[in-house]
T-cell receptor, first 111, second 111 residues
Framework: KAGVTQTPRYLIKTRGQQVTLSCSPI?????VSWYQQTPGQGLQFLFE???????NKGNFPGRFSGRQFSNSRSEMNVSTLELGDSALYLC??????????FGSGTRLTVV | DAKTTQPPSMDCAEGRAANLPCNHS???????VYWYRQIHSQGPQYIIH???NNETNEMASLIITEDRKSSTLILPHATLRDTAVYYC????????????FGQGTELSVKP
């Protein structure tokens, strides 16, 4: 069974721009969650979507948003990028309420 | 905030058992102990979880003390590929994709 797929793997953006990251979950998984990992803050939960509805949200500003499509694929958007948004963004998928399985992440660099 | 305390780093000789401790003194009766690991710049990988009984799978063993205030993850024969950051997480089961990560233990397996 294919794992969680995140695209792109690497991305460089300029301050003030916006970015969209994509995540395809494991087949049959309907929950998708997103995490941000930085050297200073570690791994932090951003939000989770289940059946196209956000069901959990972390403590991040409104510049961070997401959505989930009917095929369970998810996108995450960050608007008005700041230097501090440089991070590894990880997506994970779950079967219902089960344990999340993670993708390899998208490395975002903001310059 | 994370509900667990782990040593920031540990070393282990290749071929020896790696014993990674985790303190979770405030754990509730319905909370499980989960272990994930993250090899450099990859997504976290699920290892094992348990409630109160010791558990073993093909990757590791999990020993939980009788009072459930602490646990130990055991990698029976560590290899260089086990070098990673190991995260101990406590949470109620069936909560889908939301995990609260602490700082974890950086395990270095040395030849």
């Amino acid at each position: 069974k294919a794992g969680v797929t995140q695209t792109p793997r690497y991305l460089i953006k300029t301050r003030g721009q916006q970015v969209t990251l994509s995540c395809s979950p494991i087949s049959g998984h309907r929950s998708v969650s997103w995490y941000q990992q930085t050297p200073g803050q570690g791994l932090q939960f951003l939000f989770e979507y289940f059946s196209e509805t956000q069901r959990n949200k972390g403590n991040f500003p409104g510049r961070f948003s997401g959505r989930q499509f009917s095929n369970s694929r998810s996108e995450m958007n960050v608007s008005t990028l700041e230097l501090g948004d440089s991070a590894l963004y990880l997506c994970a998928s779950s079967l219902g309420q089960g344990l999340p399985r993670f993708g390899s992440g998208t490395r975002l660099t903001v310059v | 905030d994370a509900k667990t305390t782990q040593p920031p780093s540990m070393d282990c000789a290749e071929g020896r058992a790696a014993n990674l401790p985790c303190n979770h003194s405030t754990i509730s009766g319905n909370e499980y102990v989960y272990w994930y690991r993250q090899i450099h710049s990859q997504g976290p990988q699920y290892i094992i979880h348990g409630l109160k009984n010791n558990e073993t799978n093909e990757m590791a063993s999990l020993i939980i003390t009788e009072d459930r205030k602490s646990s130990t993850l055991i990698l029976p024969h560590a290899t260089l590929r086990d070098t990673a950051v190991y995260y101990c997480i406590v949470r109620v089961g069936g909560q889908g994709g939301k995990l609260i990560f602490g700082q974890g233990t950086e395990l270095s397996v040395k030849p």
